[in-house]
């Protein structure tokens, strides 16, 4: 049975502390000894849940200004939600757990979630995690944009 497992945060500044640690705890008990791949690794979200998994894990992501650093390593890769396809990094990877913490407009990260939902089914073991923080409103209303 796949699953896909979906939270929203709404800011881990908001989130206390027993909260946030069981949360890393339970990504910890979920991962063992997988490969994981985090769209958006290099939001806030995205590398705060990077760092915390990478000396435990199999980790790889994605960000999207290029960055030197980031640039000549095997971990991370960079992906324009814009303009990119997300499938070349799921070759390469070929992850047991995709976290999505992807920021961009809607059409594109719905094609991209698509994609990876497409992944998901076609795998033996892939499973989703959705993200979302407080980015999801633009601000002028109580409502999502």
């Known amino acids: 049975m796949r699953k896909i497992l979906a939270f929203s945060l709404p800011s881990l500044y908001q989130v206390s502390s027993a909260t946030s640690i069981d949360f890393f705890k339970f990504l910890s008990e979920v991962f063992l000894a997988n490969r994981i791949?985090?769209?958006?690794?290099s939001g806030f979200i995205g590398n705060t849940i990077y760092k915390e998994l990478t000396s435990y894990f199999d980790v790889y992501g994605t960000y999207n200004t290029a960055n030197k650093a980031l640039d000549d390593n095997n971990v991370m890769f960079q992906f324009n939600v814009e303009k990119d396809?997300?499938?070349?990094?799921?070759?390469?990877v070929n992850p047991n757990y995709i976290i999505s913490s992807l920021r961009g407009p809607f059409k594109d990260q719905l094609r991209v979630h698509q994609e990876l939902l497409n992944y998901t089914l076609s795998s033996v073991d892939c499973k989703i995690i959705y993200l979302s923080t407080v980015n999801v409103f633009d601000?002028?209303?109580?409502f999502p944009s």
Do not use: E, M, R, S
């Open 37 to 41: 791949l985090i769209l958006g690794a």
């Open 139 to 142: 601000g002028k209303g109580k």
């Open 85 to 92: 396809n997300i499938n070349d990094t799921l070759k390469k």
